[in-house]
């Protein structure tokens, strides 16, 4: 069994694990077939067929969510790996077009 976070959140292996910083990823994974270090997808004959449409998506999404979009905290936001990515109170937040005030 396979404990992605074990090297997801290793700093000796990633600098800094936990800031986001897409940046890192640059030029490192050009095999698009996974890699030991690089576990989001599985790796091997079993790489997920979705990894290239959901990087995409995921993609899009950022793009139009940072420019047409603003967001701000109401409330939650607490984080727990265990290993998983978990918001116990959940992760509210208002958006608004990028135009237009806060009301
Ligand atoms: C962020 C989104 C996704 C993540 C994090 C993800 C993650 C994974 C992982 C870790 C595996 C390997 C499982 C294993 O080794 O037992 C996998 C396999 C697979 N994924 Fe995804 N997946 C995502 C999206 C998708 C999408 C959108 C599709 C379909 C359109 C998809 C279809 C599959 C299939 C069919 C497999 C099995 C491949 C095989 O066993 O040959 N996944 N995925």
Redesign the pocket.
């Known amino acids: 069994m396979?404990y992605?976070p074990a090297t997801h959140l290793n700093p000796h292996i990633h600098e800094d694990p936990l800031t986001f910083n897409p940046s890192r990823w640059k030029g490192k994974l050009e095999s698009n077939r996974g890699e030991k270090n690089y576990?989001?997808?599985?790796?091997?004959?079993?790489?997920?067929?979705?990894?290239e449409?959901?990087?995409m998506?995921?993609a899009i999404f950022l793009h139009y969510f940072v420019t047409k979009c603003r967001w701000k905290d109401i409330k939650g936001g607490n984080i727990v790996r265990s290993p998983g990515l978990e918001f116990p109170d959940g992760y509210h937040i208002q958006i608004m077009p990028k135009n237009i005030g806060v009301l």
């Open positions: 396979i992605p576990l989001v997808f599985g790796g091997g004959i079993r790489y997920c067929v979705g990894a449409f959901s990087k998506e995921m």
